[in-house]
Every structure is written in structure tokens, then in C-alpha cells.
């Protein structure tokens, strides 16, 4: 089973809760617990997933339901598209090389706690799709 998430600029990796409704928050707000404690061995309770890592978070929760508690062969692939001049904006930065990418989303597991190997990390794949050369191929 393969589930996708992919990117092409860096705004886009940053993402909060955004349900208002008390009975849903609540549900929502400790459904990660578990996939957290499971990813960092001693959590940290003053790391909040749903707080500029929510969709990315969302993903490795999902990638643990599968795969840890219902034992599927299940796989995240994290897929990163270079050179996006459509997405180009002034607030937004579009990273032209993997290594870019990397730095960002380097960033991006230290804001959720996570360490870069972790029990998950066999389980997802990092992309890198370079839009010139698809354009080449139309």
C-alpha cells in the first residue's frame, strides 16, 4: 500500500489544525498521541503536531496505523518537485535541487520531534521530480 504527499514549494509543508468544532478537536488533538510516543521512545509533551507539522504529522499517524498496528505493507512516499517556476512566488520559496528539499524538511522533523531514524523511517521515500525535465517530455 502506497500513500503519496506531494509538494512543490516549501510554504506548502507548513499546515496547522484547522477544525473548530469542540467535539472533533478533541478526538483530533490525541489521536496522534499514539504515533508520537511510538516515533520519538520518550515523547514530548510540549511538541504539539497540530501546530505547523498537522499534515505532515497526519501522514506518519496514518503510515503507523497501517502499517505498525494493522501490519500492512505500507509505505509514505514524500515526493519533492524541483524548479516549479508556476508555484513562484514572493512568499513562496521553490527549492531547485534535492539538497534543498532536504534542508527543509530536515526542518520540518525537528519541528515534530522526530530524530531522522526513527521506527518509520524505512517506511518512507523521499522523491525528487525535476518539472523541466517533464516538460522536455511534452
Request: aromatic share 8%; net charge negative.
Amino acid at each position: 500500500m502506497l500513500l503519496v504527499e506531494a509538494k512543490s514549494h516549501t510554504k506548502e509543508l507548513v499546515s496547522s489544525l484547522s477544525a473548530t468544532a469542540i467535539c472533533s478537536l478533541g478526538k483530533i488533538e490525541s489521536s496522534p498521541r499514539e504515533p508520537k510516543e511510538f516515533l520519538h521512545r520518550r515523547s514530548d509533551p510540549a511538541i504539539d503536531w497540530t501546530k505547523g507539522v498537522y499534515q505532515y504529522a497526519n501522514r506518519l499517524a496514518h503510515l503507523y496505523l497501517l502499517s505498525h498496528i494493522n501490519g500492512l505493507d505500507a509505505y509514505l512516499i514524500l515526493l519533492y518537485f524541483l524548479n516549479d517556476k508556476e508555484m513562484n512566488s514572493a512568499d513562496t520559496y521553490v527549492p531547485s535541487t534535492p539538497g534543498e528539499w532536504i534542508s527543509v524538511v530536515t526542518h520540518q522533523d525537528r519541528l515534530t520531534g522526530i530524530r531522522q531514524r526513527h521506527p518509520l523511517s524505512d517506511r518512507i521515500i523521499h522523491a525528487y521530480i525535476d518539472v523541466n525535465d517533464i516538460e522536455a517530455y511534452q
